[in-house]
């Protein structure tokens, strides 16, 4: 039994890597077609033809495509994924920094979001047409139908602007406090390591409110299928047996149904999860937040195509982490993947 | 130990309220087992739902009391309904797959059930729940206490919900339809254990079901329920020789039991002479050595070993079994739906094995060979109305059009009786029998040879297979047509079918005509399955 399982588990782990290699030629042939002669661009306006020339053979891209592919890859096996233009920076280095911060404030939206999506989605589940449900979809359907830079724009208006309570949207940490030493770029994690207790408030303050314009938006999707998929397992045949049995009201809701419900509710929050950090450069614009979306849209502007790279292979890195999770999470809860 | 008196249940549904249980008055004694019967929508199930009150959103106890040993559960707090629920009073359900949590361990669910009503601590619950499990007579509990619910098989599952229901030793058992969809050896193992279980602690029961037989075998008393009202209570000797009530007469009467014919199945005026059918010496069909076998992650397996047989021009054949004999997989090879490993179906001598399935809808023997499926919901298409339905294998295959289209529907409609203004409606303005002959119009529409017949009445309440299972008869005998017929219920095909295969592990192991093989059945595995059918009291002819 548990063998079996792990050997699924380390199976979907193995049918990973193919994906990888995939998305390793994908990046480098969707790079090679974009507009722009990056060698032109990196040479500077007043360059002439030679130095144009000079410089792409510098770069390596006078070289047959296939040539430059396995040069590519060699150098990914180094961990050097070239450098920036825009930033002079490793590109690597560039991600490493921004990657984090995108992560640190997707995370916590998604978190902030499912606390209270999932109980949200669950009252409204069991009091269909009361006032909960109604309740419900008002404020999902208000968090989803506003775009998130005008809910960013608002939020700051009244809680930096008005009211004052909220500290000035210029990214991850006030300039009076020094970032806590990097040992996995999550600013929360980093400070509560280091027990800088005064720096972790400092980046939280920062967070919430683009945190909480992120969760709004993905309340939405969250507590719908929430709602529905405990509608669903609430009307299952085994819920009446729980209840024909004498199991207690708390059992039945959560040990029942909310563990069957939450299958397709893992589903959902994996796709919200890669949309949400693809969409979040709006988001990072409007709180000058240093992430990762706003840098890859500085790249692609310049045609940075070493940056568009790092940045194309890291989003489908984490993509298929992030899907490979998702499987692993639905074969821990549902005993039925795998063998039928 | 428990009385009804005056109970009605309201729902409130989007068209109004719909009154499922209409004042019903009855009681249970200590140790009796009482039998519930009633077709669908008699308001049997609702009924059990009240007395536990679990029931679904929507719905309500309007007038009546609900007496258990002195206490009002009408008017009983929840908190001492829970302690009720399962303790007091337990239940099981139809479908036993879906009644259990799918994702959970059987045996922590019936640990659940253990600590919740404390008749078990942390430290001895697994103990007793492997207990519960001996007491339903699993074997290798032991075992079975990690296994899911997917990995049982149904009447395993039902054991195991007759275990949660039984563990903390209720003095009530209700049973609602607990065997619907049981093999009939399984339905048989199931209802004696629950009546040897009743017996030994000696709790009562309530068996709530369509079968008026299987009520008969199992319970002291039947309660006959119509529309949400009593229409007769007795005993059930008393009911089958002498039923009071109309509806309770027409109930026995299409109560399939040896010695019934098809036509006493209907009530006594709709009792016209039974249609002789012609049995030609010609094979329609033959089958030679048909084998197929599937892949599976523990290598093949053989799902049908080489069977060979043949149907006569105009004969009923029926082929019988209990799941996973390989009978499905015969008649969808014989109906070219499927592609045998190897072997041949010779129809009119042509080997039609021989075109591959996928390719056999544009055959000219297709018309030839049609199909009834045993679900007349899910075989037809829930946008097309009824018509459309009979109409696409006319269009398609008998290449009629327009006027000409419109007057064959009609046609074949009172052919089966189905009512003309029924014809523009969708399955869902449907009720079950007036599925299963639009399903059945479908079929028919090209004259087909032989008629393939997938358990048809399977789904039907037991007075609405009379009137089918007399109309398949009819049509046999005007068209001339062979029946396949396909079904696990031995009474059923004993009406029905001139010669009968019994089919078991994707082998026959006995065949003959149908007379023979029920009077004096030669393998003791035939013997079985005809003692496992219920056998009630035998009617006085009417």
Not at chain 1, 197 to 213: N, S
Not at chain 2, 238 to 251: A, D, K, M, V
Not at chain 2, 253 to 266: F, H, K, N
Request: with cysteine.
């Amino acid at each position: 039994m548990v063998s079996d399982r792990a050997k699924m588990i380390l199976g979907r782990m193995a049918q990973a890597l193919p994906v990888v290699a995939g998305v390793v030629v994908i990046s480098f042939l969707l790079t090679r077609a974009l507009p722009g002669d990056p060698a032109a661009y990196f040479a500077g306006p007043a360059a002439s033809e030679a130095s144009i020339a000079e410089v792409r053979e510098a770069l390596g891209l006078d070289k047959p495509l296939v040539q430059q592919f396995f040069l590519y890859v060699g150098d990914l096996a180094q961990g050097n994924l070239g450098t920036a233009i825009s930033t002079g920076q490793p590109v690597a280095a560039d991600l490493a920094s921004r990657l984090p911060a995108s992560l640190e404030l997707t995370l916590v939206a998604l978190l902030l979001s499912c606390a209270v999506a999932i109980p949200l989605g669950v009252l409204a589940a069991t009091r269909p047409g009361t006032w909960v449900d109604h309740l419900c979809r008002v404020l999902v359907t208000a968090g989803v139908s506003m775009p998130t830079f005008f809910t960013g724009i608002v939020l700051i208006y009244v809680f930096y602007y008005l009211l004052g309570v909220a500290p000035s949207p210029l990214g991850r940490l006030d300039f009076i406090y020094l970032p806590p030493p990097t040992v996995t770029g999550f600013h929360l994690i980093d400070a509560a390591l280091a027990g800088d207790w005064e720096t972790w408030f400092g980046a939280l303050k920062q967070l919430v409110l683009p945190a909480v314009t992120l969760a709004l938006f993905t309340l939405a999707p969250i507590a719908r299928m929430t709602r529905a998929a405990m509608l669903q397992a609430l009307s299952s045949d085994f819920i009446r047996t729980a209840r024909a049995a004498g199991l207690g009201r708390g059992k039945v809701l959560y040990g029942y149904a909310l563990r069957n419900a939450l299958l397709p509710v893992i589903t959902t929050l994996g796709m919200v999860f890669s949309f949400t950090l693809g969409a979040n450069v709006l988001v990072e614009k409007v709180f000058a937040w240093p992430g990762i979306g706003s840098y890859a849209v500085e790249a692609l502007v310049v045609s940075d195509y070493a940056a568009v790279q790092g940045f194309v292979l890291a989003m489908a890195l984490l993509f298929v982490l992030l899907n490979l999770v998702i499987d692993i999470a639905y074969a821990l809860i549902d005993p039925r993947i795998g063998f039928s | 130990m428990l009385q009804i008196e005056d109970l009605s249940v309201a729902f409130r549904t989007r068209k109004g309220e719909v009154n499922p249980v209409r004042g019903i008055s009855f009681e249970v004694a200590r140790g009796e087992q009482l039998g519930i019967v009633g077709e669908s929508g008699s308001g049997k199930s609702v009924t059990s739902y009240a007395l536990m009150r679990i029931l679904d959103a929507g719905g309500e106890i309007r007038t009546g009391t609900i007496s258990y040993g002195g206490i009002d559960l009408r008017r009983a707090a929840e908190r001492d309904m829970r302690s009720i629920r399962g303790r007091e009073i337990s239940m099981i359900f139809q479908n036993p797959r879906a009644a259990l949590n799918p994702i959970r361990k059987v045996g922590h669910q019936i640990e659940d059930v253990l600590l919740q009503h404390a008749q078990a601590t942390r430290q001895d619950a697994r103990a007793k729940a492997i207990e519960a499990l001996e007491a339903v007579r699993i074997a290798d509990p032991q075992a079975r206490y990690d296994a899911y619910p997917f990995e049982l098989s149904g009447g395993m599952c039902q054991r195991v919900v007759i275990a949660i229901a039984l563990a903390c030793s209720p003095r009530l058992l209700i049973a609602d339809e607990p065997t619907t969809g049981l093999d009939i050896t399984t339905q048989k193992s199931v209802m004696d254990l629950i009546r040897e279980l009743a017996r030994a602690r000696e709790m009562g029961s309530i068996l709530i079901t369509h079968d008026l037989g299987l009520a008969a075998q199992y319970c002291d008393r039947i309660v006959v329920m119509k529309d949400g009202r009593i229409v007769e209570t007795g005993a059930p000797q008393r009911l089958f020789t002498e039923p009071e009530h109309p509806y309770t007469r027409r109930l026995v009467d299409a109560t399939p039991v040896v010695g019934a014919s098809i036509r006493s199945l209907l009530p006594a005026e709709a009792r016209t002479p039974e249609p002789a059918h012609r049995v030609q010496d010609h094979p329609v069909l033959e089958a030679v050595d048909l084998v197929k076998t599937y892949p599976s992650k523990s290598g093949p397996v053989q799902a049908v070993k080489g069977i060979s047989f043949a149907i006569r021009a105009g004969q009923s054949l029926g082929l019988v079994g209990e799941s996973g004999c390989g009978k499905s997989t015969t008649s969808e090879m014989i109906v070219r739906l499927l592609d045998p490993s190897s072997g041949k179906i010779l129809f009119d001598g042509q080997d039609i094995a021989a075109v591959p399935a996928a390719r056999f809808a544009w055959h000219p023997l297709r018309r030839e060979i049609q199909m009834v499926f045993q679900d007349a919901t899910d075989s037809l298409n829930p946008r097309d109305t009824g018509a459309s339905a009979i109409a696409e294998p006319l269009a398609r295959m008998g290449g009629l059009g327009g006027r000409a289209l419109k007057a064959r529907v009609a046609e074949l409609a009172d052919l089966v009786g189905l009512p003309q203004p029924l014809l523009s409606r969708y399955p869902h303005q449907l009720s079950g029998g007036q599925k299963a002959r639009v399903g059945i119009a479908r079929a028919i529409a090209l004259e087909p040879k032989l008629l393939i017949l997938d358990e048809p009445t399977a789904a039907l309440d037991v007075s609405i297979q009379a009137v089918v299972l007399n109309l398949l008869v009819d049509l046999r005998a005007r068209l001339g047509m062979s029946y396949l017929f396909v079904s696990h219920d031995l009474n059923v095909v004993r009406l029905l079918c001139d010669e009968v295969i019994v089919m078991k592990g994707g082998e026959i192991i006995e065949r003959g005509p149908t007379a023979q093989v029920m009077s004096a059945p030669a393998h003791p595995y035939t013997r079985a399955l005809i003692e496992a059918a219920p056998q009630p009291p035998v009617k006085t002819p009417a």
